[in-house]
């Protein structure tokens, strides 16, 4: 096991800040590529508002496609903040310290991105605001609030506005440490967002409390957002999609595409703002055996969605599981989805050498994240390309290059933010560090000094 | 002992090894003669049971509605207990290391398996088959009895070989320092264990790989019970979130049961000092969740069923739920008194007691809303299995007749029912007598690894973590 350092509160503040106050090459080479890929999507989104949705692949019946696979996706993405910072939170699992706050900021920015799919989507964005809005009051038409087209919205924006709360009551007293190491104008921003913070017994306290009652508030949010998501499908009657089992499989497969992001995340903080004194191969080994957990429920409710698409042997159920199963090129797709997902990552990361080494963690993050996009492809598209009951049409769906670059920039927009924000404030939050280091000790066993964690408590405690 | 500002006592000084060898093998091995009588009471119901549910077998297999309450109490019984060694298993792979009194006390639970095998064979047996049936199966003319008997067969033995390999070092340890016929038992069982550093690694990897194996076998199980002895019964429904369903709420029956049997070993079983405030406030956080579940898994089913509006699933809710609605009196529909009863206890009263943190943080608190969510949950068995027990055509895709004659349970079945608890209750008793309820080895590794050490003005609890 490698030695946990020992560093003082000003090591921690010269290691953390120096993205904030220093502007490195590094910073710049990491920035460049997302940011080409966001003027990119730009570009194609300027071109589908101005030529209108025949630029995509979008027909009859399959009127969602790329941009409803990627909101879903990202909606899943967002669930790794919640996961890490809240529930660990709660478990008082002490790993969690270096990777809250970029777990936080990523849900933040991938519910954002998320956002954006459905207004491209409607090739006019402007009419959006008639899901939400009435109509025309003349006519008396108003938004169907039995939809889940409307539940959406409402789940999301709370869900975001839930986050950035939680992020940035977070934030506050690394603004103020900020704010006390900075002069100038920078200084009266920074002094602006700490709100006075000085570190106070009390300050201190509420921050706790607070944290705690928006980790459970939050929990409930983080499940049903993409519970609803699930149900804008499963309340339909669409074969295949009316599934029971939709909403939970859709959660945990949200936080199996999230905290594997987060592994991503991970190893991209420590290549570039170098945190090899913060993240280190226990936090990977940590989220390594976590994920474990994660894919092994996700496989159990994909077995369960699997199974029971022949349960009933409905033809036109049974017509989308050969298409998903059987037809090119979605018989690729799901030997893709199941390989990267679950079978190749998941051997290995049941071996503790492979959990502890960060490249192959990155790469087995990114394989899972190819995975569980194609899972949400392989679930939302063939069931709409054929004749069912309600439609009279069948049609393949083609996603056009517009789209795909849409779909890349959407990843450079998320990866663009969080660049841009560990400029702005570092992305492993300083005061937890701190903290971590004063709960930090050791205890010796015989002739071996074991790692040791305090933990407070208010009563003695006999085990 | 001192008295805590929330009223329950507070714990004495942390126990020496000394006083766990004294205490665990020597003190609670001990078996009076309330104990004898208990024992003896225990396997003359147990017995009666089995007999009982021999009679019934006797008096016909054709007719599966017969066996409606047999089915009630069946899956009631294996749902409340075989789900309770996951609290160790689980906690384990957690690392929770508040468990490590308490894991003992669930894995024993594991010895209900042979109980619920046995128990089995009949409705089994009573099962209508699958013919011109949606199935799991695919037309394959075994099932469902087969590969039901073989799943729940490795269930079990899986279970058992668990918690031997988890009991193999206090088999050693009462060989060493224990007396009596229990140091026979332990040392025929406990072979070459002498502790060295190569069977203790092997240990712990014995105990990971099982654990997760027990785990899968959970999940499988509950999955096939689930589908082939109530969905598969039922015209229509086609509902898989129903077997997590199933296998969630057995967890939090299994849970609320743990936490009182955990309460009654404090008080009557002389082990208040391991079943301590911090081992009920934990669980009671877990009871939370769990319970959390219960409707998130209900919820998510239901709201398809209820927002779809299609006719054969409208006619599974009024079986599971509502009630037959051309029965104006809803007094008169038995389905929605027992859909009541189960979210009213299992969910609505558990959750508004169970999330208050002075009611998680006690003794008593998640021992009072254990036994609501037990019997919250025998409601939920019971709208399940007695109801889809009682539909005679049992083919179609659609269900044209709900139930309304649902009876009552005769004699046998109420003697299945105490024979089964009876049996498993006499399991764990007779395992007890060998190997203590609280585990030596994780209690004694526990005081290793947790130092108290001055911390500001007070004290704190400083927690070695090895991996």
């Given at each position: 096991?490698?030695?946990?350092?020992?560093?003082?509160?000003?090591?921690i503040?010269?290691?953390?800040?120096?993205?904030?106050?220093?502007?490195?090459?590094?910073?710049?080479?990491?920035?460049?590529?997302?940011?080409?890929?966001?003027?990119?999507?730009?570009?194609?989104?300027?071109?589908?508002?101005?030529?209108?949705?025949?630029?995509?692949?979008?027909?009859?019946?399959?009127?969602w496609?790329?941009?409803?696979?990627?909101?879903?996706?990202w909606?899943?993405?967002?669930h790794?903040?919640?996961?890490?910072?809240?529930?660990?939170?709660?478990?008082?699992?002490?790993?969690?310290?270096?990777i809250?706050?970029a777990?936080?900021?990523?849900?933040?920015?991938?519910?954002?991105?998320?956002?954006?799919?459905?207004?491209?989507?409607a090739?006019?964005?402007?009419?959006?605001?008639?899901?939400?809005?009435?109509?025309?009051f003349?006519?008396?038409?108003?938004?169907?609030?039995?939809s889940?087209?409307?539940?959406?919205?409402?789940?999301?924006?709370t869900?975001?506005?839930?986050?950035?709360?939680?992020?940035?009551?977070?934030?506050?007293?690394?603004?103020?440490?900020?704010?006390?190491?900075?002069?100038g104008?920078?200084?009266?921003?920074?002094?602006a967002l700490?709100?006075?913070?000085?570190?106070?017994?009390r300050?201190?306290?509420?921050?706790?409390?607070?944290?705690?009652?928006?980790?459970?508030?939050?929990?409930?949010?983080?499940?049903?957002?993409?519970?609803?998501?699930?149900?804008?499908?499963?309340?339909?009657?669409v074969?295949?999609?009316?599934?029971?089992?939709?909403?939970?499989?859709?959660?945990?497969?949200?936080?199996?595409?999230?905290?594997?992001?987060?592994?991503?995340l991970?190893a991209?903080?420590?290549?570039i703002?170098k945190l090899e004194?913060?993240?280190?191969?226990?936090?990977?080994?940590?989220?390594g055996?976590?994920?474990?957990?994660?894919?092994?429920?996700?496989?159990f409710?994909?077995?369960?969605?699997?199974?029971?698409?022949f349960?009933?042997?409905?033809?036109?159920?049974?017509?989308v599981?050969?298409?998903?199963?059987?037809?090119?090129?979605?018989?690729?797709?799901?030997i893709?989805?199941?390989?990267?997902?679950?079978v190749?990552?998941?051997?290995?990361?049941?071996?503790r050498?492979?959990?502890?080494?960060?490249?192959?963690?990155?790469?087995?993050?990114?394989?899972?994240n190819?995975?569980?996009?194609?899972?949400?492809?392989?679930?939302?598209?063939?069931?709409?390309e054929?004749?069912?009951?309600?439609?009279?049409?069948?049609?393949?769906?083609v996603?056009?290059?517009?789209?795909?670059?849409i779909?890349?920039?959407?990843?450079?927009?998320?990866?663009?933010?969080?660049?841009?924000?560990?400029?702005?404030?570092?992305?492993?939050?300083?005061w937890?560090?701190?903290?971590?280091?004063?709960?930090?000790?050791?205890?010796?066993?015989?002739?071996?000094?074991v790692?040791?964690?305090?933990r407070?408590?208010?009563?003695?405690?006999?085990? | 002992?001192?008295?805590?500002?929330?009223?329950?006592?507070?714990?004495?000084?942390?126990?020496?090894?000394?006083?766990?060898?004294?205490?665990?093998?020597?003190?609670?091995?001990?078996?009076?003669?309330r104990?004898?009588?208990?024992?003896?009471i225990?396997?003359?119901?147990?017995?009666?049971?089995?007999?009982?549910?021999?009679?019934?077998?006797?008096?016909?297999?054709?007719?599966?509605?017969?066996?409606?309450?047999?089915?009630?109490?069946?899956?009631?019984v294996?749902?409340?207990?075989?789900?309770?060694?996951?609290?160790?298993?689980?906690?384990?792979?957690a690392?929770?290391?508040?468990r490590r009194?308490?894991?003992?006390?669930?894995?024993?639970?594991?010895?209900?398996?042979?109980?619920?095998?046995?128990?089995?064979?009949?409705?089994?047996?009573?099962?209508?088959?699958?013919e011109?049936?949606?199935?799991?199966?695919?037309?394959?003319?075994?099932?469902?009895?087969?590969?039901?008997?073989?799943?729940?067969?490795?269930?079990?033995?899986?279970?058992?070989?668990?918690?031997?390999?988890?009991?193999l070092?206090?088999?050693?340890?009462?060989?060493?320092?224990?007396?009596?016929?229990?140091?026979?038992?332990?040392?025929?069982l406990a072979?070459?264990w002498?502790?060295?550093?190569?069977?203790?690694a092997?240990?712990k990897?014995?105990?990971?790989?099982l654990?997760?194996m027990?785990?899968?076998?959970?999940?499988?199980?509950?999955?096939?019970?689930?589908?082939?002895y109530?969905?598969?019964?039922?015209?229509?429904?086609?509902?898989?979130?129903?077997?997590?369903?199933?296998?969630v709420?057995?967890?939090?029956?299994?849970?609320?049961?743990?936490i009182?049997?955990?309460?009654a070993?404090?008080?009557?079983?002389?082990?208040?000092?391991?079943?301590?405030?911090?081992?009920?406030?934990?669980?009671?956080?877990?009871?939370?969740?769990?319970?959390?579940?219960?409707?998130?898994?209900?919820?998510?089913?239901?709201?398809l069923f209820?927002?779809?509006?299609?006719?054969?699933?409208?006619?599974?809710?009024?079986?599971?739920?509502?009630?037959?609605?051309?029965?104006?009196?809803?007094?008169?529909?038995?389905?929605?008194?027992?859909?009541?009863?189960?979210i009213?206890l299992?969910?609505?009263?558990?959750?508004?007691?169970?999330?208050?943190?002075?009611?998680?943080?006690?003794?008593?608190?998640?021992a009072?809303?254990g036994v609501?969510?037990v019997?919250?949950?025998?409601?939920?068995?019971?709208?399940?299995?007695?109801?889809?027990w009682?539909?005679e055509?049992?083919?179609?895709?659609?269900?044209?007749h709900?139930?309304?004659?649902?009876?009552?349970?005769?004699?046998?079945?109420?003697?299945v029912?105490?024979?089964?608890?009876?049996?498993?209750a006499?399991?764990?008793l007779l395992?007890?007598?060998?190997?203590?309820?609280?585990?030596?080895?994780?209690?004694?590794?526990?005081?290793?690894?947790r130092?108290?050490?001055?911390?500001?003005?007070?004290?704190?609890?400083?927690?070695?973590?090895?991996?």
């Open positions: 096991m490698r030695d946990r350092p020992v560093l003082t509160a000003s090591q503040n010269d290691e953390l800040l120096w993205p904030v106050f220093e502007l490195r090459r590094r910073h710049v080479l990491a920035f460049l590529p997302p940011f080409i890929l966001v003027m990119a999507g730009a570009v194609a989104v300027t071109i589908l508002i101005w030529q209108g949705l025949w630029v995509t692949g979008l027909n009859r019946p399959a009127f496609g790329f941009f409803i696979v990627n909101f879903v996706f909606i899943g993405v967002s790794a903040g919640t996961m890490i910072s809240s529930i660990l939170r709660l478990t008082q699992a002490e790993w969690k310290r270096p809250t706050r777990a936080e900021v990523m849900t933040v920015f991938a519910l954002v991105t998320s956002l954006i799919h459905p207004v491209i989507h090739g006019r964005p402007w009419r959006i605001v008639y899901w939400l809005l009435p109509y025309d003349t006519r008396g038409v108003w938004p169907d609030v039995r889940p087209l409307v539940w959406d919205p409402v789940a999301i924006t869900y975001l506005t839930g986050s950035i709360l939680f992020v940035f009551t977070a934030l506050i007293p690394d603004f103020a440490i900020i704010r006390d190491q900075s002069t104008m920078r200084r009266t921003i920074y002094g700490a709100m006075g913070w000085r570190g106070t017994p300050q201190w306290q509420l921050q706790g409390i607070f944290g705690i009652l928006m980790s459970a508030l939050i929990l409930p949010v983080f499940v049903s957002v993409h519970s609803i998501v699930s149900w804008d499908f499963a309340a339909s009657v074969p295949a999609w009316h599934v029971t089992v939709y909403a939970p499989y859709f959660v945990i497969g949200a936080v199996h595409s999230g905290v594997s992001m987060v592994l991503t991970m991209f903080m420590r290549w703002f004194n913060f993240i280190w191969e226990d936090h990977f080994d940590a989220v055996r976590l994920l474990i957990f994660i894919a092994t429920a996700w496989l409710f994909f077995f369960l969605d699997f199974a029971f698409s349960y009933t042997r409905e033809e036109q159920e049974i017509a599981m050969e298409r998903r199963l059987l037809e090119w090129p979605f018989n690729a797709i799901t893709i989805m199941v390989m990267t997902s679950y190749i990552p998941i051997p290995l990361w049941l071996n050498k492979v959990r502890r080494n960060i490249a192959l963690m990155f790469w087995t993050s990114i394989l899972v190819i995975g569980m996009w194609l899972e949400r492809f392989f679930l939302i598209i063939p069931a709409i054929r004749k069912q009951e309600l439609t009279f049409l069948w049609a393949n769906y996603p056009s290059l517009t789209e795909s670059v779909v890349l920039a959407s990843f450079g927009m998320v990866a663009m933010l969080l660049i841009i924000f560990a400029k702005l404030v570092p992305l492993v939050p300083a937890e560090q701190k903290e971590g280091q004063v709960f930090r000790s050791e205890v010796q066993i015989g002739e071996v000094t790692p040791a964690i305090v407070e408590s208010e009563e003695p405690r006999a085990w | 002992m001192q008295t805590s500002h929330n009223g329950h006592e507070a714990p004495g000084p942390p126990a020496t090894q000394d006083e766990l060898t004294q205490e665990l093998i020597h003190d609670a091995r001990e078996t009076g003669p104990m004898r009588r208990a024992l003896w225990l396997a003359a119901i147990a017995t009666l049971g089995v007999v009982a549910a021999l009679l019934m077998m006797l008096g016909g297999l054709d007719d599966h509605t017969r066996w409606k309450y047999y089915a009630v109490g069946y899956f009631y294996f749902s409340l207990v075989m789900g309770i060694p996951m609290a160790g298993i689980g906690l384990r792979f690392r929770a290391q508040w009194p308490t894991s003992r006390a669930a894995e024993l639970f594991a010895l209900a398996g042979p109980v619920m095998l046995v128990f089995f064979i009949p409705i089994m047996a009573a099962h209508p088959g699958l011109g049936r949606n199935s799991l199966w695919m037309d394959w003319r075994l099932a469902p009895w087969f590969p039901d008997l073989l799943m729940l067969t490795t269930f079990v033995g899986i279970g058992l070989i668990f918690l031997y390999v988890s009991v070092p206090d088999l050693a340890a009462i060989r060493d320092h224990g007396s009596g016929r229990s140091r026979g038992i332990a040392a025929s072979y070459g002498v502790g060295t550093a190569q069977q203790w092997m240990h990897s014995g105990l990971g790989i654990g997760a027990y785990i899968a076998a959970y999940a499988t199980t509950h999955m096939v019970f689930a589908t082939d109530a969905m598969v019964l039922t015209p229509g429904w086609k509902d898989p979130i129903f077997p997590a369903f199933h296998a709420t057995g967890l939090q029956m299994g849970l609320g049961l743990f009182v049997v955990q309460f070993l404090r008080k009557w079983g002389g082990l208040a000092r391991y079943f301590e405030l911090e081992q009920f406030w934990a669980y009671g956080r877990l009871l939370l969740a769990l319970t959390l579940f219960w409707f998130y898994f209900f919820w998510s089913g239901f709201i209820w927002y779809g509006r299609l006719p054969h699933e409208q006619q599974v809710l009024a079986l599971l739920a509502f009630g037959d609605p051309a029965v104006e009196n809803l007094l008169a529909r038995p389905q929605l008194w027992m859909f009541v009863g189960a009213g299992s969910f609505i009263t558990a959750f508004l007691l169970i999330m208050w943190n002075p009611v998680r943080r006690s003794i008593l608190g998640p009072v809303v609501i969510i019997i919250g949950n025998f409601f939920d068995r019971l709208r399940i299995y007695v109801n889809t009682s539909i055509q049992v083919g179609g895709h659609e269900l044209h709900i139930p309304t004659n649902i009876g009552y349970p005769g004699i046998l079945e109420i003697l029912f105490a024979g089964m608890l009876s049996g498993v006499l399991m764990i395992a007890s007598r060998v190997v203590p309820f609280v585990s030596l080895w994780e209690t004694r590794e526990a005081l290793l690894l130092v108290v050490r001055p911390f500001g003005v007070g004290h704190a609890h400083i927690v070695a973590k090895p991996d």
